[in-house]
Antibody, heavy 122, light 107 residues
Framework: QVQLQESGPGLVKPSETLSLTCSVS?????????WGWIRQSPGKGLEWIGS???????HDNPSLRSRVTISVDTSKNEFSLKLSSVTAADTAVYYC???????????????WGQGTLVTVSS | DIQMTQSPSSLSASVGDRVTITCRAS??????LSWYQQKLGKAPQLLIS???SLQSGVPSRFSGSGSGTDFTLTISSLQPEDFATYYC?????????FGGGTRVEIK
């Protein structure tokens, strides 16, 4: 059974960098699939942040591109998110998820982590 | 970016009712449309992919249809466990985008 688990600080100060890791079990990241990050602000909808493939190639949301770094560590079977220069608007539940590619398109997010709340506050 | 517009944003229904949620894309996404169910405090769960393909383990009262820009999620007979928020998502092109959600509440 594929399982994803987010980890990282639950509180980040404004202007600092948010860092999260998604640990994957039940499936080897180095096999296939894209691995992505999604966030949900309190009471709001879902926003795709970006994703990474086993090779290290990434896609990201232009709305966050300049602040986002996504990396993968196949030896640890995990991938990570760094979001720089955070503000209160970055307070959200952050999810990691798995999806596949279908040519130039993509498949659905079939496995999700449980999510982790990150609050940006001094 | 492809904008996904869901309607209604919320609805009240009774157990046993037939419920229909619509999702419109700002440009054609062929059938790269998925539906998710999210319950309070939980991660979204995939219900339907490729517009109409039911995920394993999802009850058959859920169905999806549509192609191009207009899509529908139907719950044929609403059950107590179906009260949740539903999201559509396009995976046709990046940035991958979600609809704003439809909250299904108990009447």
């Amino acid at each position: 059974q594929v399982q994803l688990q987010e980890s990282g600080p639950g509180l980040v100060k404004p202007s600092e960098t948010l860092s999260l890791t998604c640990s994957v079990s039940g499936y080897s990241i180095s096999t296939a699939y894209f691995w992505g990050w999604i966030r949900q602000s309190p009471g709001k909808g879902l926003e795709w942040i970006g994703s990474i493939y086993k090779s290290g190639s990434t896609h990201d949301n232009p709305s966050l591109r300049s602040r986002v770094t996504i990396s993968v560590d196949t030896s640890k079977n995990e991938f990570s998110l760094k979001l720089s220069s955070v503000t209160a608007a970055d307070t959200a539940v952050y999810y990691c998820a798995r999806f596949d590619s279908r040519g130039r398109q993509f498949g659905p997010f079939d496995y999700w982590g449980q999510g982790t709340l990150v609050t940006v506050s001094s | 970016d492809i904008q996904m517009t869901q309607s209604p944003s919320s609805l009240s229904a009774s157990v046993g009712d037939r419920v229909t949620i619509t999702c419109r894309a700002s440009q054609s996404i062929t059938n790269y449309l998925s539906w998710y169910q999210q319950k309070l405090g939980k991660a979204p769960q995939l219900l339907i992919s490729a517009s109409a393909s039911l995920q394993s383990g999802v009850p058959s009262r859920f169905s999806g249809s549509g192609s191009g820009t207009d899509f529908t999620l139907t719950i044929s007979s609403l059950q107590p466990e179906d009260f949740a928020t539903y999201y559509c998502q396009q995976t046709y092109s990046t940035p991958l985008t979600f609809g704003g959600g439809t909250r299904v509440e108990i009447k």
